[in-house]
């Protein structure tokens, strides 16, 4: 199973890029993980305008074996043994590429999320786009950890 996250607009935040670049030099311990931005839609006065060009784009990088994760406030609250029995039922029914996919600052289009095989959220609070990559990078480590036993998630 190959891991990657989609996100709308680069990071560039210095912080958060290390912090990802840290957990995943971690996840390919376990897991290959690729990361793939597009480019978001320009805010012109209507949200679901930006919602729908987002969506397309997302959608546009996914293949028809993908299997997607969106990330959105309405989504299911996991914790984090929950979050590893995603990664594993991923595994073990031999999920060719699990995509978790970030929203840009209007969140996510319904037709990604009816695309999506879960939607789940990171947190009730609301997380700004790099504060939630820096997350679901260090959840995807911690559930890749818990499923091979190390010590991490103690």
């Not at 990802?20 to 839609?41: C, D, L, M, N, T």
């Amino acid at each position: 199973m190959r891991l990657a996250v989609l996100t709308v607009g680069k990071g560039g935040n210095a912080w958060a890029d290390a912090a990802v670049g840290e957990y995943g030099k971690r996840i390919r311990r376990f897991h290959r993980i690729e990361e793939q931005a597009v480019k978001p839609a320009r805010y012109r006065g209507d949200e679901d305008a930006v919602r729908r060009a987002e969506a397309e784009r997302l959608l546009a990088a996914l293949g028809d074996r993908d299997r997607l994760v969106a990330l959105d406030e309405r989504g299911d609250d996991l914790d984090s043994h929950a979050f590893a029995d995603l990664l594993r039922t991923c595994r073990v029914s031999g999920t060719h590429r699990l995509v978790f996919a970030l929203g840009g600052p209007y969140g996510h289009d319904a037709a990604l999320r009816e695309r999506a095989w879960r939607t789940i959220r990171l947190s009730s609070l609301v997380l700004n786009h790099e504060v939630a990559r820096v997350v679901l990078y260090e959840q995807i480590y911690r559930g890749l950890s818990l499923l091979a036993g190390h010590p991490y998630h103690h």
